[in-house]
């Protein structure tokens, strides 16, 4: 009678055990499972952070708005505004946009200011800086305006996948 509840504790235990193994090797699967997830979140959440600043369509019409407002908010003219043509690259497309814009060198330097805080990603180059001719009426201790003409460019993700499907997402 003694043995047969001996052996019956002896299979009970290693049963027992072989669930506290069991056991314990979900619990690791599940603190590695929840430490992935965490770090795809927080992958996901830089993605969406870069994406602000690099974005997968072209959103063109806001950056021109967006440029526009800076420039108002600067207390410039816009002379001219010309988009070029877009000038693909490995993991980007950068959007080229040729400006012409006028004021006081303050005002300038304000609006290139602005331009560098948008969250989208914007050079600035070939910056070209003048002093436009004052005008005949102007009385000779007017502020000397600025004359400046530059490419303003950002860029937009460069997504095969979306390009091999026939759209921007």
């Known amino acids: 009678f003694y ?13 027992q055990d072989a669930l506290k193994e069991e056991r314990n090797s979900y619990e690791r699967r599940k603190t590695e499972y929840l430490a992935y997830r965490n770090e795809l979140t ?6 969406r952070e870069l994406l602000r ?7 063109i019409p806001s950056f021109i708005g967006s440029i526009q407002e800076q420039a ?10 010309a988009i070029d043509a877009e000038v693909p690259e490995e993991l980007y497309i950068k959007i080229p946009v040729r400006m012409e814009i006028r004021g006081s060198f303050h ?12 969250r989208r990603i914007v050079n600035v180059e070939d910056l070209s800086l003048r002093p436009e001719p004052p005008a005949a009426n102007a009385p000779p201790d007017a502020p ?18 979306a390009a091999a499907g026939g759209g921007t997402r």
């Open 72 to 81: 108002e908010l600067a207390g410039l003219e816009i002379v001219k505004l």
């Open 53 to 59: 600043a690099l974005p997968r369509a072209q959103e």
């Open 144 to 161: 000397v305006r600025q004359y400046a003409v530059f490419t303003a460019a950002t860029f937009r993700y460069n997504d095969p996948a």
């Open 107 to 118: 005002n300038v330097t304000r609006f290139f200011k602005n331009i560098s805080e948008l």
């Open 3 to 15: 043995t047969d509840l001996a052996d019956q504790i002896a299979q009970v235990k290693g049963g």
């Open 42 to 47: 927080q992958l996901q959440e830089k993605q």
